[in-house]
C-alpha cells in the first residue's frame, strides 16, 4: 500500500482545511486509517482514525468536534475535514494505515500508536497563522 497525503497549506485561526489521504497499490477495505500529527520539537501525535471494514471513527478527544475523517471507497481516499483551526494545530500531517480485519475487536492501544501501523504517506505541512 502507498499512501501519498496532500491537502496542507497556510490557513488563518479559524479556518478550515481538507486534507486527502490517497492510497494506491491495494484497496482500503479492512484497514484502519489513521492521520497523525508531529509539530516541531514534538512527538507524533494521533489525531484520528476509521476502521474502513465499517466505516467506525475514533477520535483524539481535544480534536473531537473540529476534525472529521471520512473515506471514499470510491476513489480509495481518506479525508480529514480541519474546521477552527488554532496555532497549535500547525504540524506536518501524516497518514497511515494498517490492515484490521472485520471480525478483529477494537484495541484503542494499537489505534493511536504509530509504531502499530505499516504503511505511511509523506507528510503534509499545515501551517496555522494570522
Known amino acids: 500500500v502507498q499512501l501519498q497525503a496532500s491537502g496542507g497549506g497556510l490557513v488563518q485561526p479559524g479556518g478550515s482545511l481538507r486534507l486527502s489521504c490517497a492510497a494506491s497499490?491495494?484497496?482500503?477495505?479492512?484497514?484502519?486509517i489513521s492521520w497523525f500529527r508531529q509539530a516541531p520539537g514534538k512527538e507524533r501525535e494521533w489525531v484520528s482514525c476509521?476502521?474502513?471494514?465499517?466505516?467506525?471513527?475514533f477520535y483524539s478527544v481535544p480534536l473531537k468536534g473540529r476534525f472529521t475523517i471520512s473515506r471514499d471507497s470510491a476513489t480509495n481516499e481518506v479525508y480529514l475535514q480541519m474546521n477552527s483551526l488554532r496555532l497549535e494545530d500547525t504540524a506536518v500531517y501524516y497518514c497511515?494505515?494498517?490492515?484490521?480485519?472485520?471480525?478483529?475487536?477494537?484495541?484503542?492501544?494499537?489505534?493511536?500508536?504509530?509504531?502499530?501501523?505499516?504503511?505511511w504517506g509523506q507528510g503534509t505541512l499545515v501551517t496555522v497563522s494570522s
Open positions: 497511515a494505515a494498517r490492515p484490521w480485519p472485520a471480525d478483529a475487536p477494537v484495541d484503542h492501544s494499537l489505534i493511536i500508536s504509530p509504531v502499530a501501523y505499516d504503511y
Open positions: 497499490g491495494h484497496t482500503l477495505d479492512y484497514y484502519a
Open positions: 476509521i476502521r474502513t471494514s465499517d466505516e467506525s471513527t
